[in-house]
């Protein structure tokens, strides 16, 4: 049966990266069907919103949907309804991704580029599994009011119901047992009420289902903490919405490979997946060819092997990752000179 991955290139940096799936993808396995359409600011620029009904139902349809970046200077006078940014957090609503898997680790050839000591971080291999379509990025009320006088009030809510704690919790339970066994649950229940309810709830929904996998319950501050104190502690980190936000950038810079690491947001079995390299636009090199694809390479892996039913060949692209790396290959993020399409060569190559 033929699968189609829907590419959405969108801004800064994105379009080179994606360009570089387009051209393994077509080595690799010609007969998947490449859709494209405009996202982020590109879309704004072309098509008025950050993305189209259109684009929305597209996505819907496709097996999986890989994006490059949002967002750059051009659009900071938007309307904040129509921001590149309400485009992806659309995007991530209409299509129920609601576990964002986001992988930190330290490749033994980059070692010695995280801000941190290489024995720290050496073999570091961590999934955050972040809650995405809930808690304060989309809790009500929110807004901006008058009070009079001159004085305003903001307001966002944090707001959890039990089902989406459950369901994430799931997700990074099954995923441990999968790895070394061990999920850190993240959350604020010292001060907030969500922090309590989902601390309960993943007890409860381990000790019904996962006993077999060892849970320990941080407070998220202590996690951003250990993070760069003690990283290899943990191997699965659940967290909400933002938490998570915050843990994996963290997490990201401290392996030194932010120019690397793949991401995969995931909503109910079967449903498409939506894929994106951790790094952003990254605007002071966008356009120049000098990005790293390998981000977005390995992203398109984690959509052959969790949305395309291809893990045989999620396995040889990330092979064939490893083997460019080992040969030496490098973009400057990782203290090299080779441009995108050079990083790209040395995919399609070792791909043989
Ligand atoms: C991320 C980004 C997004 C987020 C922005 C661009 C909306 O920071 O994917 O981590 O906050 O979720
Ligand atoms: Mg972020």
Redesign the pocket.
């Known amino acids: 049966m033929t699968k189609t991955l829907l590419l959405l290139p969108g801004d800064g940096i994105g379009p080179e990266v994606i360009g570089e799936v387009r051209r393994v993808a077509a080595a690799l396995w010609p007969a998947l069907t490449l859709e494209e359409a405009a996202f982020g600011g590109a879309a704004i620029d072309a098509e008025g919103a950050p993305v189209s009904d259109a684009t929305v139902a597209r996505a819907k349809a496709a097996d999986a949907v890989l994006m490059g970046a ?2 750059g200077p051009q659009w900071a006078g938007v309307a904040r309804a129509i921001r590149p ?1 309400a485009g ?2 659309r995007l991530r609503q209409e299509m129920a991704v609601f576990a964002n898997l986001r992988l930190a680790l330290c490749f033994p050839a980059l070692a010695d580029a995280s801000p941190l000591k290489r024995e720290i971080v050496e073999g570091l291999d961590i999934v955050i599994v972040r809650e995405l379509t809930g808690g304060v ?1 989309f809790g009500q009320p929110r807004g901006i009011a008058a009070l009079g006088g001159g004085k305003r009030r903001a307001v966002d809510t944090q707001v959890y119901d039990t089902d989406e704690i459950v369901r994430v919790a799931r997700v990074a339970f099954e995923l441990a047992r999968k790895r070394r066994n061990l999920v850190h649950s993240a959350e604020k229940s010292n001060v907030m009420e969500t922090g309590v309810l989902w601390r309960e709830e993943v007890t409860k929904l381990h000790a019904a289902d996962y006993a077999d996998v060892r849970l320990e319950h941080i407070l998220a501050d202590n996690c951003a903490m250990q993070l760069v104190k003690a990283p290899k502690q943990f191997d699965v980190i659940l967290t909400d ?1 933002l938490f998570g ?1 915050l843990l ?2 963290e997490a990201a810079m401290a392996t030194g490979s932010i120019g690397l690491l793949p991401s995969a947001a995931l909503g109910a079995e079967g449903a498409p997946g939506l894929y994106e390299p951790v790094h ?1 636009s990254a605007p002071d090199i966008a356009g120049r060819g000098v990005a790293n694809p390998l981000a977005a390479i390995l992203s398109f892996a984690m959509a052959l092997r969790l949305s395309l039913g291809r893990a045989d060949l999620a396995d040889r692209l990330e092979a064939a990752v490893t083997a460019a790396l080992d040969a030496g290959a490098r973009t400057p993020d990782i203290g090299g000179t080779l441009g995108t399409r050079a990083m790209g060569d040395a995919v399609l190559a070792a791909l043989g």
């Open positions: 949002v967002g940014e992806l957090l990025y919405n936000d994996s950038d952003g």
